[in-house]
Structure formats: C-alpha cells, structure tokens
C-alpha cells in the first residue's frame, strides 16, 4: 500500500525558511518521480516543483531562485528547501507520485509578514 507522508511545515516570519519533507513507503521510490504542490485557502491546488526519476528538477515561477527540491532513495525521502519565504507562500503543502493518484495528507505552511 503507497503511503505518502509531508512533515516540516509550520508558522514562520516572511523572509524565514523551512524544509518540508516527504517520505514514501510501499513503493520502490526511486522509480517515481515525485511532485510538491501547495493549495490556499480559496485556491485551486497548484504545482510547486517536481523532481524525475533521474533527479532533473523544475519549478513553478513563482519559487525559482528561493525553493529547491531534492530526493534521498536511501531514505525514500523527497525535501523541499523553502527559503526567503513570502506570506503568499502559505498554504498547504502536499507531495505526489508524478503520474499518480497518490497524494499525502499536506502540511501547513504559515508565513506571517
């Protein structure tokens, strides 16, 4: 049984940073690439950045130059570097199997100004 679990947010001042994290189970990890995406209150669920099999990255505008995504197989782990984080970055932050229905159950971000 897939099972997708986001841990690492939490409430921050605008400008702060946090890594999100996002370990896989009942998978073999390193075949999948991996997403991260965030929903607002109000918002339609959207992209943040996703990661292939082969470790090529790509971001959404709106976070290139301040978020990075990474993978660990070993620890079957997907991060999410946030720096110089803006209180439009709050949302939830949920992780995803690329190509998949396969969704974790999110972790609140907060970013107060």
């Known amino acids: 049984q897939v099972h997708l679990a986001e841990s690492g947010g939490g409430l921050v001042q605008a400008g702060g940073s946090l890594r999100l994290s996002c370990a896989a189970s009942?998978?073999?990890?390193?075949?999948?690439?991996v997403g991260w995406y965030r929903q607002a209150p109000g918002k339609q669920r959207e992209l943040v950045a996703l990661?292939?099999?082969?470790?090529?990255?790509n971001y959404a505008d709106f976070v290139k130059g301040r978020f990075t995504i990474s993978r660990d197989n070993v620890k079957n782990t997907v991060y999410l570097e946030m720096n110089s984080l803006k209180p439009e970055d709050t949302a939830v932050y949920y992780c995803?199997?690329?190509?998949?229905?396969?969704w974790g159950q999110g972790t609140q971000v907060t970013v107060s100004s």
């Open positions: 995803n199997l690329i190509g998949f229905n396969y």
């Open positions: 009942g998978i073999i990890f390193s075949r999948y690439g």
């Open positions: 990661i292939t099999v082969g470790r090529s990255t």
